[in-house]
T-cell receptor, first 120, second 110 residues
Framework: DAGVIQSPRHEVTEMGQEVTLRCKPI?????LFWYRQTMMRGLELLIY????????DSGMPEDRFSAKMPNASFSTLKIQPSEPRDSAVYFC??????????????????FGEGSRLTVL | SQELEQSPQSLIVQEGKNLTINCTSS?????LYWYKQKYGEGLIFLMM?????EEKSHEKITAKLDEKKQQSSLHITASQPSHAGIYLC??????????FGTGTRLQVFP
């Protein structure tokens, strides 16, 4: 398997523009997570999906952020309009059920390489 | 909500030295995960601890979870430049999601 695939790897845009980040999870994984990483705030969970359904979006900063998962193999994170404070590395991760739920797997999250966003 | 504190925030050690990174949770953990991140890259899973008192090792890295399941330590023996990166602990409180600590930035110099 190719692992979690994110695109674009780098995005530079101007304030006010719409940004769309894309993620292809590992086939067979039923959980998908979007994280944001900055020097100041570390790695923050934005939203996660289970079986394509958003379960918890309490980490989404504000209404400018939205995420969708139209099918099991694709998810998007959209920022509209973008602002300089949105500059960060955005990670997508997928997993089978975490170990906290009844199951035999390790609960490991598999991360993509990240999308580095710079908003000027 | 669950909070994780890591210490130290950064660490600079000479190659060959041992080091320890700590992770403290505000709540009892169901699962504690250690990840490593190389600069500019994604996170790589190291190991997961679930039982109080559990200890796991992989090559020169050993992780322990205390009996109360609120504190974990990651110990590296005889550090090498390849160990450099950011180490993050993650907590699973049995709600499907994984939240992460603040991270510890490790530098190893020859």
């Amino acid at each position: 398997d190719a692992g979690v695939i994110q695109s674009p790897r780098h995005e530079v845009t101007e304030m006010g523009q719409e940004v769309t980040l894309r993620c292809k999870p590992i086939s067979g994984h039923d959980y998908l997570f979007w994280y944001r990483q900055t020097m100041m705030r570390g790695l923050e969970l934005l939203i996660y999906f289970n079986n394509n359904v958003p379960i918890d979006d309490s980490g989404m900063p504000e209404d400018r952020f939205s995420a969708k998962m139209p099918n099991a193999s694709f998810s998007t994170l959209k920022i509209q309009p973008s602002e300089p404070r949105d500059s960060a590395v955005y990670f997508c991760a997928s997993s089978a059920r975490l170990a906290g739920i009844q199951g035999a797997n390790t609960g490991e999250l598999f991360f993509g390489e990240g999308s580095r966003l710079t908003v000027l | 909500s669950q909070e994780l504190e890591q210490s130290p925030q950064s660490l600079i050690v000479q190659e060959g030295k041992n080091l320890t990174i700590n992770c403290t949770s505000s709540k009892t953990l169901y699962g504690l995960y250690w990840y490593k991140q190389k600069y500019g890259e994604g996170l790589i899973f190291l190991m997961m601890l679930q039982k109080g008192g559990e200890e796991k090792s992989h090559e020169k890295i050993t992780a322990k979870l205390d009996e109360k399941k609120q504190q974990s330590s990651l110990h590296i023996t005889a550090s090498q430049p390849s160990h450099a990166g950011i180490y993050l602990c993650g907590a699973d409180d049995n709600t499907d999601k994984l939240i992460f600590g603040t991270g510890t930035r490790l530098q190893v110099f020859p």
